[in-house]
């Protein structure tokens, strides 16, 4: 069974930093993309950034600059770091990656993690 543990939501005055970090566990062969999404009270899920296994990345133009994504392959763990944090950046952070398990190409989320900036 393949799971997606997040840590390292909180709560944090504009302008601060925090960091996300997400493992993968499980019967896992491969992972493709993996990515964070966040979704505020009120609105759809939306991607924040991605990254393939070669390190390429993708970013919402709202956090360009602000946030940046990475990868340990070895830990099977992506992070999200979150710099310059603004109110509207307030949302629950869900993690997702395409994985390949013994069986199944599968997408896989995280539970979500919180994070409140404060103004």
């Known amino acids: 069974q393949v799971q997606l543990v997040e840590s390292g939501g909180g709560l944090v005055q504009a302008g601060g930093s925090l960091r996300l970090s997400c493992a993968a566990s499980g019967s896992i062969r491969s992972i493709n993309i993996m990515g964070w999404y966040r979704q505020a009270p009120g609105k759809q899920r939306e991607l924040v950034a991605s990254?393939?296994?070669?390190?390429?990345?993708n970013y919402a133009n709202s956090v360009k600059g602000r946030f940046t994504i990475s990868r340990d392959n070895a830990k099977r763990t992506v992070y999200l770091q979150m710099n310059s944090l603004k109110p509207e950046d307030t949302a629950v952070y869900y993690c997702?990656?395409?994985?390949?398990?013994?069986?199944?190409?599968?997408?896989?989320w995280g539970q979500g993690t919180q994070v409140t900036v404060s103004s």
């Open positions: 990254i393939t296994g070669g390190g390429s990345t």
């Open positions: 997702n990656a395409n994985l390949l398990t013994a069986t199944v190409l599968h997408t896989y």
